[in-house]
Every structure is written in structure tokens, then in C-alpha cells.
């Protein structure tokens, strides 16, 4: 599905990423995890096709970057992120938001198909949320508005979904029905690509992590096999002590 291979990303001189490899089959979900500035997002938009690195490859879908036309790969790619939120018209209702998902419009300027109004409120049904799709954009909680973007990110039918820190800013009520919705994702055929630094928000839904750190991947593979204390600590440079509950990994910190 997505394919990294020997990626440099070189920004004023900078190592932003170095020695990237990363191969994310079909029927895996993957966490991109590691701390603030690690490059993260840069590796997103290295996927999206929004960044091109300075040395290596990325083929997407079967799609070699640079030999493909991007636009029509995106396409197939579904993207959540803060940047995107910001360009949406918090004065647009809800239904209409998730509509442009349809086309990856930011906004309307023409008729919608009544079909395409249907399937926007069916998205937001999915993600209960169908009782304020009439609602402006503006007047919804943090994570209402998460959820939003989901729905307008599933309008698509994307076959990859890659979402940049979707859970931030919320507290745990609003953390833990998004995580909810996400985790639903299981039951369809979509490749989901999840960058946090929350290790917690590594939801059953998820079977693989790539550990990141200032641009180098300390451990990429099966979650249980990357997600121990040493790794966490070459990440996070804490000390902690990681517990399986209910298919999620908890840490607790240790002293120094
Ligand atoms: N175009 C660019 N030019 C210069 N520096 C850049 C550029 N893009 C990213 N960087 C730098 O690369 C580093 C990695 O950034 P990135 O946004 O990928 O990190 P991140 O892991 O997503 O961080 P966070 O968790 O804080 O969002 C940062 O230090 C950032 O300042």
C-alpha cells in the first residue's frame, strides 16, 4: 500500500528525516509514534505527496512518486489534519462540510446532488453525529469537529485514511468516542495511518507502530513487538514501565 525506501528529507541543512524504510502492507493499520519535531508529519506528507524527499522513494497504491500523477493517487487517500480543519468555513453546516469530502472541495459553488446530501448524512450517522448535521461548524465541541473530519475524510471511499494527531486537543470523554469511531474503521477496507505522540491512543484497531526520532525510525514493526520500555524510552527519552489492558498499551512513568 505505502512504501518508503531510503528516504532523506533535507530542509536548510537539516536531517529532518534520514534512512527512512517503512513498507505498510494491506490489512495492517499503522501508529506513527515519537516525541514533538520528531518528523512525524513530514513523513504524512510524504505519503500525500504534498513533500518530495531529497533522496529515496515513495510509491503509493503501486504509484511511484515523480513518475505518477500525485493528484489522481490522492485521490485514494483520505487526510485529517489541524491545516485542513483551518481552511473549513466554520460558518458552513455541518452537512455541507462533509459533503466537499465527496470531491476533496473546501467549498461548494454549485449545486449538490441530493445523492451526495444522502451520503453525507449517512457518514454523519456513522459517526453519530446525524442529529446536527443541520448545525454550523463553528458551534460544535472540539470533538464534534474530529469527528466531522472523519466523516467528510469517509465521503470518499479513500482506501488509505492518515490522520495527524485527530485526538489532540480533546479531553478523555471526547478522546474516547473518537477512538471509538476510529477503532470502528477495522470493519472496512481502509488503511489507517495514525501519527501521535500519545501512546495510550494506540486503540486494538491499530497492529503495527514505527517509532520516530529526530528523523530516524528506531523500530518499525507488529505493536507488541516494538512497544517495550527500552524503545519507548529511545523515543520519549523517559522512563516508563508499559502495561497491556484490553489490547491497548498504558504506561506509567518511573522516576529517574
Ligand atoms: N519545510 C521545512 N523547512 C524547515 N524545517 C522543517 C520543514 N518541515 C519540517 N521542518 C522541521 O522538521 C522537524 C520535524 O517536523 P514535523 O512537523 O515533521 O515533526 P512532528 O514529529 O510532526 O512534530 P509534532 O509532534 O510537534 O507535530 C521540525 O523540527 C520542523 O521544524
Redesign the pocket.
Known amino acids: 500500500m505505502i512504501q518508503l525506501k531510503d528516504i532523506a528529507y533535507i ?2 541543512n ?1 536531517n ?1 528525516l534520514q534512512d527512512v524504510n517503512l513498507h505498510i502492507k494491506e490489512g495492517e493499520h499503522w501508529v506513527i509514534l ?10 504524512l506528507e510524504l505519503m500525500n505527496g504534498y ?1 518530495f524527499p531529497t533522496a529515496g522513494k515513495v510509491q503509493v497504491l503501486g504509484n511511484l512518486y515523480g513518475q505518477c500523477d500525485v493528484r489522481e493517487v490522492r485521490k485514494s487517500i483520505g487526510y485529517i489534519s489541524q491545516s485542513l480543519f483551518e481552511k473549513m468555513n466554520l460558518a458552513d453546516p455541518v452537512w455541507e462540510i462533509v459533503a466537499t469530502g465527496e470531491y476533496a472541495f473546501l467549498r461548494f459553488y454549485q449545486d449538490i446532488p441530493e445523492e451526495v446530501i444522502e451520503k453525507a448524512v449517512r457518514m454523519l450517522e456513522s459517526v453519530r453525529l446525524g442529529h446536527l448535521k443541520d448545525q454550523l461548524l463553528g458551534t460544535l465541541s472540539q470533538g464534534e469537529r474530529k469527528k466531522v473530519m472523519l466523516a467528510r475524510a469517509l465521503m470518499m471511499n479513500p482506501t488509505i485514511l492518515i490522520m ?2 485527530p485526538a489532540s486537543g480533546l479531553d478523555l470523554y471526547e478522546r474516547e468516542r473518537l477512538l471509538l469511531d476510529i477503532n470502528e474503521l477495522s470493519k472496512q477496507q481502509i488503511t489507517v495511518v495514525y ?1 501521535t ?1 500519545h501512546i495510550e491512543e494506540i486503540i486494538p484497531l491499530f497492529t503495527h507502530v514505527a517509532l ?1 526520532d529526530e ?1 530516524k525510525l528506531i523500530a518499525a514493526g507488529p505493536k507488541h513487538e516494538v512497544l517495550h520500555a527500552e524503545n519507548l524510552y529511545k523515543a520519549f527519552d523517559v522512563r516508563v514501565e508499559l502495561e497491556w489492558f484490553q489490547e491497548r498499551p498504558w504506561i506509567k512513568v518511573l522516576p529517574e
Open positions: 530542509r536548510d537539516r529532518i515519537g516525541k514533538n519535531g520528531s518528523g512525524k508529519t513530514t513523513l513533500e495527524d494527531e501519527v505522540h520516530i528523523g
